[in-house]
């Protein structure tokens, strides 16, 4: 049998049991959703929060990343003699994979630091020790509803994201690249798909939810002293960000697999 210090000498030992503990309080969040009683105003203080400090740095980013799409789709279009298709693709490009990948990373960098900041600052406090003791369960009454407002906030701002990017992509395809509105338009509509709209949001709900798990996570392990929670929101935002490219890879994989598009 392995002692506890030939465990810690295992290469990627510390990794793995720290994925572990990520992956456990997933699961004890998503089993904390089903119990009561539900912190129902927690939830909109925490969504209200969230909405305020993302929507417009949202708002904001989405429209240079629906333009830079749209000319960049467009100019491979026109060099290629598919301008009829500059709609459709910059379109689906948009709803797909930017709008839900710009509000992860809005809503992990805004909301995720500062949920790791209020429980790493908690717990560095020991009020998180406290209401241990005393038979609160901190990821019910802290973590829970601040997972679910991030994942609220993702899926709202997802459709902001989407709509603005679509109407910049459009402003910018038809004034810049002397682009036709109906052609734009009928792309649009012969190849996009109800379910284009549905795997968007359901990325960023997904998306919402890892950014706000490892948030939590990393608040509630944070190394010793004010500087360990500064450390901990750094991590967390890293951490974030490369979980959600992977994620995002392995959703994308699974769709173009199992919905055949238009074409097909």
Do not use: H
Not at 42 to 53: D, R
Not at 181 to 186: E, F, M, N, V
Not at 207 to 228: D, E, H
């Amino acid at each position: 049998m392995s002692s506890p210090a030939s465990t810690a000498r295992i290469p990627g030992a510390g990794m793995l049991r720290e994925t572990g503990r990520l992956f456990a309080l997933g699961l004890d969040v998503a089993r904390g959703v089903f119990q009561r009683p539900f912190q129902f105003r927690e939830f909109i203080q925490q969504a209200w929060f969230i909405a305020s400090v993302t929507i417009l740095p949202t708002a904001l980013v989405a429209i240079p990343f629906g333009a830079v799409i749209s000319m960049q789709f467009g100019s491979l279009a026109k060099q290629l003699g598919a301008q009829s298709y500059t709609g459709a693709g910059s379109v689906l490009a948009t709803v797909q994979q930017a709008s839900p990948l710009v509000v992860a990373l809005l809503v992990a960098g805004a909301g995720g630091s500062a949920i790791c900041a209020d429980i790493g600052a908690r717990t560095i406090r020991e009020e998180i020790d406290a209401m241990e003791v005393l038979g609160v369960s901190a990821v019910q009454r802290l973590v829970v509803p601040r997972v679910l407002a991030c994942m609220f906030v993702a899926v709202l701002l997802n459709g902001m994201v989407s709509v603005i990017g679509v109407l910049g992509g459009y402003f910018f395809n038809v004034v810049l690249q002397d682009g036709t509105p109906g052609a734009y338009l009928a792309s649009f509509s012969a190849l996009a798909q109800l379910s284009d709209l549905w795997i968007g949001e359901i990325k960023a709900l997904i998306f919402g939810f890892i950014a706000a798990v490892v948030a939590a996570y990393r608040g509630l392990n944070p190394p010793p002293g004010p500087k360990g929670v500064g450390d901990a929101v750094n991590q967390s935002v890293v951490i974030t960000f490369l979980l959600l490219f992977v994620v995002n890879t392995v959703i994308t994989l699974i769709y173009l697999q199992l919905v055949p598009s238009k074409l097909d």
